[in-house]
């Protein structure tokens, strides 16, 4: 199973809003929602911050938030800071296949 | 406060083995979901393996079905994966996460929380 397409880069100013989409198909994502999203620091561990679809956990700031249209989910980041800048990784679970990531979208703060 | 540690890595011959363990620590491990989860350098993430509370199935990617093998001892809070006929492409950050669904007999496949990782380097 192929992984999940994300931009490769994405930037913005501190206080903007960014979006992060995770294109996959019918079959690997736009039917399921298992989707989650991870904020991934050098040198730190992943981070969860969005799961099914819209989700987020306890202590993850009200600025990031997740939705889905089709085979298309998205990452919102608004009122951007600096400590955002990470690595982005979308990933999805179909019914009967493997969890699948997506290649990962760095984040740069200008 | 929850708690992955990972441990285990190395560098190791193309072909051999390595066991890899993950303790627990701050949460009631025999009520979640693991996963392992690994990162060639350079790389994004790649989902490798999962195996529910009671530890009854295992289920893995494609790329390791075969070689590698995920258990976990309850009583001891240890989470393993035996890694069999290594490749050059296994070397990478191996991190163990936990599943969400702890207690809810429903696993999410949503990580959340993660150890710092321990690398394994397979030299050709």
């Known amino acids: 199973q192929s992984a999940l397409t994300q931009p490769a880069s994405v930037s913005g100013s501190p206080g903007q809003s960014i979006t992060i989409s995770c294109t996959g198909t019918?079959?690997?994502?736009?039917?399921?929602?298992?989707v989650s999203w991870y904020q991934h620091q050098s040198g730190y561990a992943p981070k969860l911050v969005i799961y099914?679809?819209?989700n987020r956990p306890s202590g993850v700031s009200h600025r990031f938030s997740g939705s889905k249209s089709g085979n298309t989910a998205s990452l919102t980041i608004s009122g951007l800071q600096a400590q955002d800048e990470a690595d982005y990784y979308c990933?999805?679970?179909?019914?009967?296949?493997?969890?699948?990531f997506g290649g990962g979208t760095k984040l740069t703060v200008l | 406060q929850e708690h992955l540690v990972e441990s285990g890595g190395g560098v190791v011959q193309s072909g051999r083995s390595l066991r890899l363990s993950c303790k627990a620590s701050?949460?009631?491990?025999?009520?979640?979901?693991l996963h392992w989860v690994r990162q060639a350098p350079g790389k994004g993430l790649e989902w490798v393996a999962e195996?529910?509370?009671?530890?009854?199935?295992?289920y893995y990617a494609d790329s390791v079905k075969g070689r590698f093998t995920i258990s976990r001892d309850n009583p001891k809070n240890t989470l393993y994966l035996e890694m069999k006929s290594l490749r050059p492409e296994d070397t990478g950050v191996y991190y163990c996460?936990?599943?969400?669904?702890?207690?809810?007999?429903?696993?999410?496949?949503?990580?959340?929380?993660w150890g710092q990782g321990t690398t394994v380097t397979v030299s050709s």
């Open positions: 701050g949460f009631t491990f025999n009520q979640y979901p």
């Open positions: 099914e679809v819209s």
């Open positions: 996460a936990r599943d969400l669904g702890g207690g809810t007999g429903h696993t999410f496949y949503a990580m959340d929380v």
């Open positions: 019918s079959s690997d994502l736009g039917d399921y929602k298992s």
């Open positions: 195996i529910p509370s009671h530890g009854s199935w295992q």
């Open positions: 990933s999805s679970k179909p019914t009967g296949s493997p969890v699948i």
